[in-house]
């Protein structure tokens, strides 16, 4: 009898290590998005009070790609100059957050909004003018990644606790 406890209560040790480390993984990966998302807002945030100067469009297209599992998405690639204290500064921001679509008419009423040539009002941070954007402040897209950091998170936590309860019995 006692050696069978031993095995049980081994094998249950066993579970909670495995449970611990994939769920480890996980809350780093989490964390990691969480606070990549949290910066993207952050940035959105602040962008909303930026500076202003005027740039102009030297590239609009749309961009193509597929994911692992085939799924195809869009993304208007723009491209402005704008200078700043005699110093020329080169970005393709449009906005802080997800730019990619699956749809590709999407994707190209956007970048068609912004036509080679075309001058435009670049949000540029004072501290870094280096980092701009063409459309300043929060939009849905700028919590994607943290909303997928924090799913994670919770979903690791969860996964956890429930593989530890249900090796306890």
Sequence with gaps: MQQQDIKKTSNWLGSCITALF???????????LAYWGWNILQS??????????EGVVTESDVSYSTDAEGAESYSPEVTYRYQINDVLYENNTIKFGENAYGSRRRAEQI?????????????????????????????????????????????????TLVSFFRNKG
Excluded: H, M
């Design 44 to 53: 959105a945030r602040a962008s909303a009070s930026w500076p202003t100067v």
């Design 111 to 159: 970048a068609a909004t912004y036509p080679v040539g075309k001058g435009v009002t670049v949000y540029f941070n004072p501290d870094q003018p280096d980092r701009s954007v063409l459309e300043p402040g929060v939009s849905g897209g700028s919590y994607i990644v943290l909303c997928i950091g924090l799913l994670f998170v919770v979903i690791s936590l969860v996964v």
């Design 22 to 32: 994939t769920g480890g993984i996980f809350l780093l990966i989490g964390a990691g």
